[in-house]
């Protein structure tokens, strides 16, 4: 469907792409996730009120808001959510009900315990990381409640969980990183480790990191096949993350340069490079919409050029498909895509529309040649798209 729409959009700007099929160009099958059970390696588990009436439930939403008919539900259920993770829910849902702290539903309403982010590894590493709404309170009151929550997962019925990294963020926001308002260390190690297709990774507590790992490994080699990236071959990693698809590419290019916005994860990127004796890469933190521009707009490197791009939901910013659309060098692109039916079509349209001189669009149009599904998300209907595009 998601071609189909793609097709019919690029026919309305006159572009005549169909292929056999009538497609924009050929689909092969989806490609199987190696794990189809807890394949999960990050769960988020909200606070709310349960279906019996306790809003000291830890779980998943159910329902709408516009219904006014949202509940929370325990994940005891869910069939990708690993049993760690579960383990750790239900002990942190045991530890808000014991303390006299109301759960922040509503900030305006107040209250302080808030959602619950779990992280594991394929190495036995447990990171769990608590939000925490501090309304009014003073900073004797906080350490309190921080010496509490450490003592329950350290000491108490929450050290069945072995936890290898205990992190407390203080919010007042829906989504804090970690320059608004700092990961606070309660307990162990302040990274978690995973092994991608024989490199090592340091993860921190809000870096990018595919919630399959199988499924990723999986993912990159095809990257890797469909790059076509020689000896001589520049990477470009744009929203990089922890530096995974770049660095797992690295020995058979030039050179990787990563950018992404999250600096705790360019540093992520840096170790991973270092740790893994790799050398020909740079990272660069920032918005894409910032860096890349400046760095594409004085380029004079005559090695080619390939892009792998890997945004959030929200698709790339226009400025970073302008910028990739005018460097001429870049004449292969791959695009993976976790909401390809969302803001990814506006950029699909955007690098394969004709050239217009008021959208600064002046590079030739790519053409998208082909696209692979990957299941990495079994249990529900979604996949990770990679199109391919070149010029």
Request: net charge negative.
């Amino acid at each position: 469907k998601i071609l189909q729409t793609l097709t019919s959009h690029l026919e309305e700007l006159g572009i005549d792409v169909q292929k056999p099929g009538g497609l924009c160009c050929p689909l092969r099958p989806v490609v199987p996730s190696p794990v189809i059970n807890g394949y999960r390696n990050k769960s988020t588990f909200s606070v709310n009120q349960g279906p019996d009436g306790n809003p000291k439930t830890v779980g998943l939403y159910v329902g709408t808001g516009r219904g006014q008919n949202i509940v929370c539900v325990k994940a005891d259920h869910m069939e990708n959510i690993p049993p760690e993770h579960k383990q750790v829910a239900q002990c942190y849902e045991e530890f808000i009900r014991r303390s006299p702290l109301d759960p922040c539903i509503l900030f305006h309403e107040g209250g302080h315990w808030r959602e619950l982010v779990v992280r594991t590894t394929s190495r036995g590493h447990t990171m769990a990381i608590v939000t925490f709404h501090p309304q009014e309170l003073g900073q004797e009151a906080l350490a309190t409640q921080k010496a509490l929550l450490k003592e329950f997962f350290t000491c108490g019925p929450g050290a069945v969980c072995a936890l290898t990294s205990l992190y407390f963020q203080e919010s007042t926001m829906t989504r804090c990183s970690h320059e608004q308002s700092p990961f606070q260390l309660l307990h162990g190690e302040p990274h978690i480790f995973e092994e991608v297709l024989g490199l090592k990774f340091r993860i921190s507590p809000d870096a990018f990191f595919q919630v399959n790992t199988g499924g990723a490994e999986v993912l990159y080699q095809a990257v890797r096949e469909l790059s076509q990236a020689g000896g001589d071959t520049i990477l470009l990693d744009i929203c990089c993350g922890t530096g995974t698809i770049g660095l797992s590419l690295a020995h058979q290019v030039s050179k990787i340069i990563g950018i992404e916005v999250v600096e705790k994860a360019t540093e992520d990127a840096s170790w991973n490079a270092a740790f893994n004796g790799i050398s020909n890469c740079e990272f660069h933190s920032g918005k894409a919409e910032a860096v890349l521009p400046q760095l594409l707009s004085s380029w004079e490197d005559a090695r080619p050029l390939v892009a792998v791009v890997n945004p959030s939901r929200a698709g790339l910013h226009y400025r970073v498909v302008r910028a990739i659309r005018n460097c001429k060098s870049i004449r292969r692109l791959l695009y993976i895509s976790c909401k390809p039916e969302g803001e990814a079509m506006r950029n699909f349209l955007e690098l394969c529309c004709p050239p217009d001189p008021g959208k600064k669009l002046a590079g030739e149009p790519f053409v998208p040649t082909l696209a692979v599904p990957f299941d990495m998300f079994p249990h529900t209907v979604h996949c990770e798209l990679v199109l391919l595009f070149i010029r």
